[in-house]
């Protein structure tokens, strides 16, 4: 069973409109959880990293949560643009230099 | 941030050849590096790790005789699929780690990705 679960699998918003992105893991010990973003047929792209310590962080209009108890987090994007459409993956690592986990990703359709 | 780049972007061989990637960290020294495969519409599935120096740890599945990985350099990995076969058609990704990164931990940079179609 994938320890990184994301939800939902696909989506599609309108642009200008607001989105979030579900990820739920078992990884344990947790060291820290990243959102990617890749562009179809790219490799993965750094949006955010956190700690257990971290609640929240944000690029751009990307904004990431982490709740480190219930071993949720979520990908907030806002004002979506076309240019946002891309799968985001939820990744963990179990320690600093240790080996990431993979959510399947999300898959986010951005339309005019 | 740092920068890793894949060569090719895409390749397209006959079945029974062999197909080279590579990987370069451009601007950093990459002790680690890692392969990954993806098939469509799925997860990066990791392939094996390989430290600058030494031998490429293998995920369980994942045959070593017919993904060879030199990780000779510190700036340069290589993957070979040998004997390539239409199910070897995938893509792949490398990611690299390592010194002069300003990071309290593993900052993983991937590549662009080589998109292996076997014919």
Redesign the interface.
């Known amino acids: 069973k ?1 320890q990184v679960e994301q939800s939902p699998q696909s989506l599609i918003i309108l642009e200008g409109k607001n989105c979030t992105l579900q990820c739920n893991y078992t990884v344990s010990p947790f ?2 959880l ?1 959102w ?1 973003k890749q562009d179809t ?6 949006l955010t ?1 956190m ?1 257990f310590s971290e609640n929240t962080k944000s690029n751009g209009r990307y904004t990431a949560t982490l709740d480190a108890d219930t071993k949720q987090s979520s990908l907030h994007i806002t004002a979506s643009q076309l240019s946002d459409s891309a799968s985001y ?1 939820c ?1 963990v ?1 179990a320690s ?5 986990q ?4 999300t ?1 986010v359709v951005v339309t005019p | 941030g740092a920068v890793v780049s894949q060569h090719p972007s895409r390749v397209i061989c006959k079945s029974g050849t062999s197909v080279k990637i590579e990987c370069r960290s451009l601007d950093f020294q990459a002790t680690t590096m890692f392969w990954y495969r993806q098939f469509p519409k799925q997860s990066l599935m990791l392939m094996a790790t390989s430290n600058e120096g030494s031998k490429a740890t293998y995920e369980q599945g994942v045959e070593k005789d017919k993904f060879l990985i030199n990780h000779a350099s510190l700036t340069l990995s290589t993957l070979t699929v040998t004997s390539a076969h239409p199910e070897d058609s995938s893509f792949y990704i490398c990611s690299a780690t390592g010194q002069g990164l300003e990071s309290t931990y593993t900052e993983a940079f991937f590549g662009q990705g080589t998109r292996l179609t076997v014919v």
């Open positions: 994938n060291s820290n990243r990617y047929g790219r490799g993965p792209v750094s990293i700690t993956i990744v690592s600093s230099w240790g080996k990431l993979f959510g399947a990703g898959q």
